[in-house]
């Protein structure tokens, strides 16, 4: 996962935009698509492009809501942003969403304990966020069992 430093910030246009995030998304078999970012500009999810150009931020929202729409539905996104805008700027709070992700994907992938499992005093924000990340990369598991389950079913059976 890309940090939010490493987003471009030169401004991209749509086609580009989606490209960048769907190379950065192929590890985990996730993608986006030019009709599916605009919607998420029209109901006002991610703000409009500037002279038809996506900046770091506007990626980093869309990277997220394509990764979390996986377990969580639009309404609930638009509440967990309005949670993380109260608490945490966008580079700390994705950032933070990025780090979380990929120990947790790590920690299921070889059959570890998941990261946070004692979660005490830790602020609510973060045992939702959690709570999200979760959910989503044990999505991301399971369809990659699925894929490759099946893969070898097939192979197997040509045999």
């Given at each position: 996962?890309?940090?939010?430093?490493?987003i471009p910030?030169v401004g991209?246009?749509?086609?580009?935009?989606?490209?960048?995030?769907?190379?950065?998304?192929?590890?985990?078999?996730?993608?986006?698509?030019?009709?599916?970012?605009?919607?998420?500009?029209?109901?006002?999810y991610?703000?409009?492009?500037?002279?038809?150009q996506?900046?770091?931020?506007?990626?980093?929202?869309?990277?997220?809501?394509v990764?979390?729409k996986?377990?969580?539905?639009?309404?609930?996104?638009?509440?967990l942003?309005?949670?993380q805008?109260?608490?945490?700027t966008?580079p700390?709070?994705?950032?933070?969403f990025c780090?979380?992700?990929e120990?947790?994907?790590?920690?299921?992938?070889e059959?570890?304990e998941?990261?946070?499992?004692?979660?005490?005093?830790?602020?609510?924000?973060?045992?939702?966020l959690?709570s999200?990340?979760?959910?989503?990369?044990?999505?991301?598991?399971?369809?990659?069992?699925?894929?490759?389950?099946?893969q070898?079913?097939?192979?197997?059976?040509i045999k």
């Amino acid at each position: 996962m890309p940090r939010y430093k490493e987003i471009p910030n030169v401004g991209l246009y749509l086609e580009q935009t989606v490209k960048y995030i769907n190379e950065c998304l192929a590890p985990i078999e996730i993608s986006i698509t030019p009709s599916m970012l605009s919607n998420y500009v029209k109901k006002g999810y991610i703000d409009r492009p500037i002279k038809k150009q996506y900046y770091a931020d506007q990626i980093a929202y869309a990277i997220y809501i394509v990764i979390i729409k996986q377990v969580l539905s639009m309404d609930n996104i638009a509440s967990l942003f309005v949670l993380q805008k109260a608490t945490y700027t966008l580079p700390i709070a994705y950032d933070y969403f990025c780090s979380e992700l990929e120990k947790t994907l790590v920690a299921i992938f070889e059959n570890k304990e998941e990261p946070m499992k004692d979660m005490g005093d830790i602020p609510f924000e973060k045992k939702m966020l959690h709570s999200v990340i979760v959910a989503v990369s044990h999505i991301i598991y399971l369809n990659d069992c699925f894929k490759n389950n099946l893969q070898d079913n097939a192979s197997h059976s040509i045999k």
